[in-house]
């Protein structure tokens, strides 16, 4: 076994890995999808429990040695299950993908129709984007919001009745708004339809309580672990107990081989952060620092989609202020504001240059950032998006980016 430490050995590696904790420190992390873990997080996740292989399940394994792999994975589950409200939990899905791939062939048969929301509307690849497998093998059809941009349940009823979908989805990666899970169980128990939400984006503003929880009321919850919820990049599936065999099937052996055991270990890490008082202030400091980049954008002129934001992101169209999403992103990275290009509903521009720019504020709000620096925020990215061929003023406005992120050490334990 090689002996030495990373930087002796491999200093490509060790560099990369420092260059990239730079750039996060330095910069201003607005992907609405992206945030920082704790250091008991990363500890955990460079644990030897890499090392363990523990296919199926606690008590149920086809390997030995897996008494202590079954303690950090049933705390994980047990965890997660009072987040939640859970009856069941699959904390073994890789990411937020393979746990939407497991729940479409754990209850649903080749040729099924999924009723999901349009990608353009907020809708995520993995609800049937004909880039993906899925749509070669389940019949996908859509429903949109409406003008207003809220969800159109005359419509979704109208397509639901239509199309007699298996199963209806709701949760999005670009959709602003709260969502009524009510409305939409009621349309799927009319037409015999199994109900899933995917939260993978606003699953730690639901576990604290600050938006709608699905779990008691649909059949299946899935979410990934890295995004609102602050923990390692991963994935999971919350049902209702009777569908907690096919569940557990499809995940493994059905998708999936041998499970990341040091991810779930860091995966129960985050849910305790999760259920400490601390994180519902955490997710309230998410949802007040949108409503003030909400306030600062409208004043500017700028196009909101849906009308604003009930939870941690907006999305919003560019094109009135003469660039797009694409020259948009471009410009902000150049200023080290990260933030995504995105299709704003019924983009008349393509996927690769939209219209529009999704950001958030998860991981600004976990650097400690409040009200007076969205403000601050705010104006840098109008003057950006204003003057977004001045280089000049783009390394001007990245100055003052360093200046601001210095005052918000991220990971000063790691300083090198
Ligand atoms: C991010 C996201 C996913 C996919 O998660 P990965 O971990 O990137 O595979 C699935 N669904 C929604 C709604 C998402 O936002």
Redesign the pocket.
């Known amino acids: 076994m090689n002996k030495m430490k990373l930087a002796e050995y491999d200093p490509i590696i060790k560099q990369a890995i420092t260059k990239e904790l730079q750039r996060q420190e330095s910069g201003l992390e607005m992907i609405p ?1 992206e945030n920082f873990v704790s250091i008991a997080v990363l500890e955990a996740l460079g644990s030897v429990l890499t090392n363990k292989y523990s296919e199926g399940y606690p008590g149920k394994r086809y390997y030995g040695g897996c008494e202590f792999i079954d303690e950090v994975e049933v705390t994980a589950i047990e965890r997660a299950k009072q987040l939640f409200g859970a009856e069941h939990i699959n904390v073994q899905p890789l ?4 746990a ?1 791939v497991a729940v479409y062939f754990g209850i649903l048969e080749p040729g099924d129709t999924i009723l999901g929301m349009d990608l353009s509307h907020g809708g ?1 690849l ?2 049937g984007h004909p880039v993906t497998y899925m749509a070669k093998v389940f019949n996908f059809v859509r429903y949109k919001t409406n003008a207003e941009g809220n969800i159109d349940f005359d419509n979704l009823r109208a397509m639901a009745l239509e199309h007699k979908p298996k199963l209806i989805l709701v ?3 670009a959709y602003s708004r709260e969502i009524e899970y009510d409305k939409v169980k009621q349309i799927a128990d009319e037409v015999g339809a199994y109900t899933m939400a ?1 939260v ?2 606003i699953a730690g503003l639901i576990a604290a309580g600050e938006m709608n929880n699905p779990v008691p009321l649909f059949d299946i919850v ?1 979410t ?1 672990t ?2 609102t919820l602050r923990g390692p ?1 991963g ?1 999971m599936i919350m049902c209702k107990e009777k569908f907690a065999k096919q569940i557990d099937k499809a995940v493994f052996p059905g998708l999936q081989g041998g499970p990341h055991e040091n991810n779930i270990a860091a995966k129960a890490i985050a849910f305790k952060e999760a259920l400490e008082p601390s994180f519902k202030d955490y997710a309230k400091q998410i949802k007040t620092n949108a409503k003030v980049l909400e306030r600062v954008f409208a004043e500017r002129g700028y196009k909101l989609m849906f009308g604003g934001t009930d939870n941690h992101l907006l999305l919003i169209d560019v094109t009135p202020k003469g660039v797009t999403g694409k020259q948009g992103q471009y410009a902000l990275d150049e200023a080290g504001i990260t933030v995504n290009k995105n299709m704003i509903p019924d983009d008349p521009r393509s996927p690769m240059d939209p219209s529009g720019i999704r950001l958030g504020t998860p991981a600004l709000t976990t650097r400690g950032m409040k009200e007076a620096e969205m403000e601050l925020i705010g104006d840098m990215i109008d003057r950006v998006l204003t003057h977004s061929t001045d280089h000049e003023l783009l390394t001007r406005i990245r100055a003052e980016v360093k200046t601001l992120s210095a005052r918000f050490p991220l990971y000063p334990e790691l300083a090198v």
Do not use: L
């Not at 990411?95 to 393979?98: D, T």
């Open positions: 999808s990411s937020g993908a393979p939407n995520h993995t609800h949760g999005y990666s995917d993978a984006h899935t990934t890295h995004k990049r994935g």
